[in-house]
């Protein structure tokens, strides 16, 4: 009982560990993906407001940025990209950021890599002129990141299964501790748990009537030694095999049995 208490609190703490780091993980991957998202609306306005004010000349001075930018005509052509030559991207009118900027202001996709390493954010914004200048930035994908935290998950388990290990163990062996100090012979007198009480209450019982039971037999028994002792018939009681269980001393008598034998 002590082991299988020990195992079922053991794999029902790293069961909830792992349940609790995934969904951890998972709500924290959808704060940062919103957090990342704000950042590139505030960012793209102030790089729209700078494109109004000084046109090109303001994307080709930017010497560093944290998102890749691009700034395309109405018609879906990059007239300018921060990471690729723009006359060697193909036409984005169809992309669905851009496709929602020239329809509603602004407009927000996100796309999976074929590695399944990193996500990229798409945010679009659809400027006076109907031009629209999208920000993209990329972010580690949920399986990437569970992957980078591989080591001290690890670390994390085990000192969470070392812990669990040690306290499963002497809680288990604290409830089982009364159960093993039960006297079956008074069990009505154990001090353990309540909810055992009607199952202790019918095992005294049941002692009870055993005893009443064995006293019965016993007085019967002596009654019946009293009547064959007395009797001047000799008497022999066998089983089915003819084997002699008992006998009176009538029968030894008439038989001259030797009482030091056994017969």
């Not at 002590?2 to 069961?15: D, E, M, P, Y």
């Not at 940025?65 to 691009?70: A, D, M």
């Not at 095999?241 to 038989?255: G, H, R, V």
Request: proline content about 2%; some cysteine.
């Amino acid at each position: 009982m002590t082991k299988r208490i020990f195992l079922s609190t053991v794999t029902v703490v790293i069961l909830s560990l792992l349940f609790s780091i995934l969904l951890i993980t998972g709500v924290l991957y959808e704060h940062f993906e919103k957090v990342r998202l704000n950042e590139l609306e505030t960012t793209a306005s102030f790089v729209s407001e700078s494109v109004e004010q000084n046109g090109l000349s303001y994307l080709e001075d930017l010497t560093d940025s944290s998102y890749r930018i691009t700034w395309i005509a109405a018609d879906g052509t990059a007239q300018y990209d921060s990471v690729q030559d723009a006359s060697e991207i193909e036409n984005h009118a169809d992309r669905e950021e851009v496709r929602d900027a020239m329809e509603n202001q602004s407009g927000v996709s996100m796309r999976k890599s074929s590695t399944l390493s990193e996500n990229t954010i798409y945010y679009a914004m659809r400027l006076p002129d109907n031009t629209v200048l999208r920000l993209s930035s990329a972010q580690s994908s949920v399986l990437f990141l569970l992957g980078g935290m591989l080591t001290p998950f690890c670390f994390i388990l085990l000192a969470a299964c070392t812990l669990a290990g040690i306290l499963s163990y002497r809680v288990s062996k604290k409830i089982v501790r009364p159960l093993s100090e039960i006297d079956l012979k008074y069990p009505e007198k154990a001090d353990t748990y309540d909810e055992l009480s009607p199952f202790l209450q019918r095992i005294a019982a049941q002692n009870r009537e055993i005893t009443r039971k064995i006293d019965e037999i016993q007085k019967q028994q002596r009654e019946f030694s009293m009547i064959t002792e007395n009797m001047s018939e000799g008497l022999f009681m066998v089983d089915r095999d003819y084997q002699i269980l008992s006998y009176n001393k009538s029968a030894m008598q008439i038989f001259s049995m030797d009482p030091n034998v056994t017969y």
